[in-house]
């Protein structure tokens, strides 16, 4: 059975349990606790030698970066598709994913607000307003181009990969003190998704190592 | 006619053109300068609203995110491909991408470097060395994971998006002080990927709006 290290609130594991949840696809979860730093122990590192979540055990091989591990369940699974059969809008779905997992939530998780701490002294406003700053401007992003090429989805009016980045990024804009009411489109794709038949389980409050 | 706008010292930019380059296409260059401000421009935000290079005009749409390019190249001209035939190799092959398209350029790229300066204080020293803890950090992981996958190029013997995204993050590398002899598996395989036919024609140093 399909293994995913992961971590109840890493945006980038909610992705891969959103794409798993979509493909009504069983798997079983071996979580890291990020807090206490499990993903760089020997052990996982054994199996990511970038020392980050998600991994994907296939049984056959273990798959990290979670883009690439949900192109390679589109591949294995096609059906439903994660992606757009039109070429040039499977190119929008995933530039409005690359948008967040590229260009926004890389600059917001934890090991770099533990860098603007350590090693530029940054302090408590200094590291908001740092996170405000890209989460921000990732999601104005992301909602001018579903302004573009969305309907009842970030792309379309089918889930995409798209959409398993987006719901994400809206948590940890929260998270962070943003306020969402300022993408309202995107909340409202959120609240579709999530509402979908066995996704609610994906959500970071629902995973067996939430604390 | 596929136009491809960037700007000459772009690692992003320079990605799509290797891709390119090995797929023999014809294209033409849409330079904005970034170091002024250019690709903040009305009428460049028109094509992409996130403001930044590359993006490319197909004729029919205007791509954006260098890796959905990528794809979007790979699904329209297969041969040759930048992704391994089996399912696992091209995820491995994206996973080596992703980590620098991801998790390494969108920390050490120009506006980051610009939010170091202006909202956090940070000085040169300081800049140089979040430069080089990241960047040294992104090409470990790539020197590990090919270590595990590579041959002549970064997943097998022949070159992929991995090298693709290899190739401008090595340059980037020695562009802000690091050494690159610290990844000596790494820079063979540039040499090789630089060394076929068509492929100098990419550096930054060859393109019409290099200063």
Chains 1, 2 share one sequence.
Not at 72 to 89: F, G, K, R, S
Not at 143 to 165: E, K, N, S, Y
Request: aromatic fraction near 6%; charged fraction near 15%.
């Amino acid at each position: 059975m399909l293994a995913l290290h992961g971590y109840w609130r890493s945006g980038a594991a909610w992705r891969v349990r959103l794409v798993l949840a979509l493909k009504g696809l069983d798997w079983t979860s071996v979580p890291h606790d990020l807090r206490h730093g499990e993903q760089a122990l020997p052990t996982y590192r054994a199996l990511n030698p970038q020392a980050l979540v998600p991994a994907l055990d296939t049984g056959a091989a273990v798959l990290t970066q979670s883009l690439a591990i949900c192109e390679w369940l589109e591949e294995a699974w096609p059906q439903p598709p994660i992606l757009p059969a039109d070429p040039l809008l499977r190119a929008q779905a995933r530039a409005i994913a690359l948008v967040i997992a590229c260009d926004t939530h890389p600059l917001a998780n934890l090991r770099v607000q533990q860098a603007l701490r350590r090693d530029l002294g940054a302090d408590e406003a200094q590291v908001n307003g740092w996170l405000a700053h890209w989460i921000g401007d990732g999601l104005d992003a992301v909602a001018a181009l579903v302004a573009r090429h969305g309907g009842a989805f970030a792309v379309g009016d089918t889930p995409t990969i798209a959409d398993c980045c987006l719901v994400p990024q809206l948590y940890g804009a929260r998270r962070f003190g943003l306020d969402a009411a300022r993408w309202p489109a995107l909340v409202a794709i959120e609240a579709r998704l999530l509402a979908l038949p066995g996704l609610a389980a994906t959500h970071p409050d629902q995973q067996a190592d939430a604390a």
